[in-house]
């Protein structure tokens, strides 16, 4: 987000790139350690610092006239799915779950040491003798 912004020639009040960072290691860690009641304070706190991101480059995207039509559509797009993650819940319908691959869903494997993936499952048709692809479909949902 930080970076789309400078790119579109927007400057930042302030970016929290080194909160942001440790904030995402905290996560990591204690998602892995199953301290819930501590990962949540810290996925709050990057909801916050999302919020702030959002509404500063939101204010800030009128005034820039020196990026391109390209540049802000873009810069748009992306802010349109952070926001969308910013309010989604838990217990949310058609989550989003990655910026740079809106099509991507959690599919439910059912085994002990791995339960999710994201993804998007796809089907692949090769043939016998030489396993040549001869033909590919992707199952949007989860099938």
Same mark, same amino acid.
């Given at each position: 987000? %930080? ?13 929290? %790139? ?38 500063? %480059? ?61 993804? %998007? ?23």
């Amino acid at each position: 987000m %930080v970076a789309a912004a400078r790119r579109a020639g927007i400057a930042l009040k302030q970016t929290f %790139v080194k909160e942001g960072g440790a904030l995402r290691r905290k996560a990591g860690g204690y998602a892995h350690a199953k301290q819930f009641k501590r990962l949540r304070k810290v996925v709050k706190r990057q909801r916050t610092i999302l919020g702030i991101l959002l509404r500063e %480059v939101g204010r800030k995207i009128a005034q820039a006239s020196e990026a391109t039509a390209l540049t802000l559509t873009n810069l748009q797009a992306l802010m349109q799915r952070a926001e969308r993650i910013r309010s989604q819940r838990p217990k949310d319908k058609n989550k989003f779950y990655a910026l740079h691959a809106p099509e991507v869903e959690c599919i439910d494997k059912g085994k002990a040491r791995k339960p999710y993936e994201f993804c %998007v499952k796809v089907s692949v048709a090769v043939t016998h003798r030489q396993g040549l692809m001869v033909g590919a479909r992707s199952f949007t949902g989860n099938p």
